[in-house]
Structure formats: C-alpha cells, structure tokens
C-alpha cells in the first residue's frame, strides 16, 4: 500500500518515489508508486495535475487501496520525482473545504441535508433536499460561511481510528465503518475524544450555530483534501440556483475563483460608470433610467422602420405598374425587409416577388394579392430550382430562403416574363 502524502501533509508539492507497478495501457502507462502526493480522482475532487520526471501526469485513480498514476510514456529507471500542479491542487482544496462550511450552515441554519456535490473546474454546486430557498435565506448563508472563513477555525482530517464511527456525531451517514476519514471544522481536534467528548460534540452540532468565536462547526466523513484552516478559503458567493429532481441545486463561487469573479465585475462596473458618469451607487438608478429611454429610441426606430418600409412598398407598387415584378435588395436590414413585405400584403391586386440578397445566399418572399389565384405549384417546380430555393406558404403569402444567389437574373426575368 503507497504511503499518501497528499493526506499527511497537504501542502507537500514535491517528492521523490519508487515505481512498485507498472502496466502498459492503449494511450500510455498505468503506474503505482510507493508514495505520493497526487491525490486520486474520488470524494467529489478531481484527480491532481503534475509531473513524474517532468512528464505529465493526466490521470489519477484509486483501485480498492492502490493509487495509480495515467502517464503518456515510462519514466526512466525505477525512482522518480513529483511535481504537483500546486494552483490546481489549492483551488480544490478550497473548494472542498468552502463545500464542508455551507453544507454545515445549510444543515444547522436551514436545516437542508446535503444530497449532492459536485466540482467543476469553474463553480462548485451542492444539491440540497429542499423543493425551494429564497433569496434571503441564501444571503444569511453566504455571509455566515464568510464570518466562519474570517474567523480562520483550525480544519482536521483524520481517521476514527478505533472507535467505531457510529459514535462520531457526523452531519451525514456513511456506509464505511473502517479506516474512515473525517474532516472537522472548528474547537479541539476529536481524533483521539473519549466517549464523554464525542457525547459533548454532537450537543455542541446539534446547537446554534455562532461562526464568531472557537467551537466546533461541523464535522463530516470525507476523503478529500482540505486546507487546514478556514481562513484559507478567501471568499465564498452564491452564484445561482437551479430545480432537479424536485431539489435545489445550489451554485458557488469559492476561493480564487470568487475574486476573480470580483474582480472582472468591479472593471465592468467601472467602465459603466465612467461610461455614465455616475459612482457607482447610482450606476443601478441610471441603468434603469437608460433602459426606459432606449425603449423609448426603439418604438421610435420602429416606427421610422415602417414609415420607410411602407414608402419602399410605394415605390415597388408605382415599378410594379410599369412591368417589373422582381425586385432584388442587397443585405438590407431583416426587419426592414419583413416590414416591406408585410406593406406589400395590404395593398390589393398586386403579385410580387422581392429578394434579398445576402452572399451566395438569400431570401425570398412572393406576394400576390390579386383574385385570380396565383399558381405557386407551377413556381416552385420552374423558377426556385433555378436558384436552389426552398420555402412555402399560402395565398397572399409565400416566402423561404435562396441557396444560389448566381441565376438572380435569370430567375427575376421568369419570374417577370411568366406575368406579361
């Protein structure tokens, strides 16, 4: 069995190994080692990053109680040197532990168990068996985790050891009875508690909840890698929530990636303050006031477009009376287009057919208002084909898109010559 650093001492990035196991595999080699730090994929937390010998590590699993390490080609020799990927390796360790803090709140606040987690590279979310959670609910949470980070309670791992895990007052069960770790959050460690301590903690879990001075905070079986104090964790947020399954899911932002996500929402606020010239506690109140005025920019931009499209239509009309029939555009606005066609319906006894042309491609619309029936068998199966034209409709409308913008012409001239 390999000695696992990654539990023993956490912060360990480097170290040297003896290869114990070696098995070639499809895309490389399957390796075990006599020692390591890199922390296997499971818990919830992803396999580390790193090197053996300066050659990259893309996998790390556990199989019952061996570590195997994934890499593309052998190392040379039997011993090797480690290198851990050590922002890869903290961010998850933030993430785990930020997890164990709102699990904790969630249970002893809102008295929400934790059925879920999972840790993706770019948020962190827990499930939770509630059908709902409201808004303030969610911001007493979120600034509890955040006084319980600031406090900087000491975080344990260890295993229980000789006493049976069903006397550790854990906030969730677990089918393991041996060799168990678990990972405690706050007061004095209970690796080594007697019955009566172990007896005092689950009283002190099952009480309120104070994140401002010493004491135990939770305490939860858990193989992942933790930091060991909470201070470490940064910044915890909530960043949004979803149903599944008749729960909520709840999403997070922790450690770095919580600044980060300051940080690029302070520059955006910064612009669009300077941008409006207001601080930025008016930037909600001049938003607001810009929002409404842009609604108002656009009804009248609407109106301009119709008073335009309704002239253009005009003019098709008067074209229309001297024997054009097809009309070709050239990358005009859709709206304006829609508009034109929709003026063209309203005006009695005329047929039509506008295109506008985008590239190679286009659109189509043919209008025929008139009380003869127009025959659109006959012009699909002898004028679209010509420019690899697709679409339908019915009568007074037909419209669809123009694959092949090169027999334009051709198309327009049988279109114009099928009406004289």
């Keep these: 069995m390999a000695e696992k650093l990654y539990y023993s001492d956490p912060y360990q990035k480097e170290f040297k190994a003896t290869i114990t196991e070696k098995e070639k595999i499809p895309d490389g080699w399957k390796i075990q080692l006599d020692r390591t730090a890199f922390y296997p994929e499971g818990g919830g937390q992803p396999a580390d990053k790193g090197t053996l010998n300066d050659i990259p590590v893309f996998d790390v699993q556990k199989e019952d109680d061996r570590v195997y390490h994934y890499v593309k080609e052998l190392p040379a020799g039997g011993s090797v040197s480690g290198l851990i990927d050590w922002k890869h390796r903290f961010d998850y360790m933030q993430q785990h532990t930020g997890q164990h803090i709102l699990s904790a709140l969630l249970k002893r606040i809102l008295h929400a168990a934790t059925v879920a987690v999972h840790q993706a590279e770019d948020y962190m979310s ?26 900087n309670q000491p975080v344990y791992s260890f295993l229980n050891g000789n006493t049976p895990i069903a006397e550790f007052p854990i906030r969730r069960e677990t089918k393991f009875t041996e060799n168990v770790r678990l990972v405690q959050i706050g007061g004095k460690s209970l690796e080594s508690a007697s019955r009566e301590e172990l007896k005092e903690a689950s009283i002190s879990l099952a009480g309120e909840l104070d994140t401002d001075i010493s004491g135990l905070k939770d305490l939860a079986a858990c193989g992942g890698v933790h930091t060991t104090r909470t201070g470490e964790v940064g910044l915890i947020k909530y960043k949004g929530q979803e149903k599944v399954r008749g729960r909520i899911r709840l999403f997070w932002l922790i450690g ?32 607001d006031r810009f929002v409404s005025s842009l609604g108002d920019e656009k009804k009248k931009n ?5 008073e335009m499209a309704f002239l253009k239509a005009e003019e098709i009309q008067n074209d229309i009376s001297s024997g054009q029939y097809a009309f070709i555009f050239d990358s005009v606005d859709p709206g304006y287009f829609k508009q034109i066609i929709i003026c063209l319906s309203s005006f009695v006894d005329i047929t039509v057919c506008l295109i506008n042309r985008k590239g190679d491609e286009g659109q ?7 009380t003869d029936p127009f025959d659109f068998e006959l012009f699909r199966s002898d004028m679209l084909p010509l420019v690899q034209g697709k679409g339908g409709g019915k009568a007074p409308l037909w419209q669809g898109k123009i694959g092949d913008c090169s027999a334009l012409k051709d198309f327009s001239d049988k279109f114009s010559s099928s009406l004289t």
């Design 364 to 370: 189509w619309a043919l209008i025929s208002t008139g």
């Design 302 to 306: 609407s109106d301009l477009l119709k």
């Design 126 to 151: 827990i499930e939770i068996d509630l059908i709902s959670i409201n808004n303030e609910q969610i911001l007493i949470v979120q600034e509890k985790a955040n006084q319980l980070v600031c406090s």
């Design 256 to 287: 770095k990636r919580a600044y980060d996500d300051y940080r690029i929402k302070t520059e955006i606020t910064d612009k669009i303050g300077e941008a409006l010239s207001v601080p930025l506690s008016s930037i909600s109140s001049e938003f």
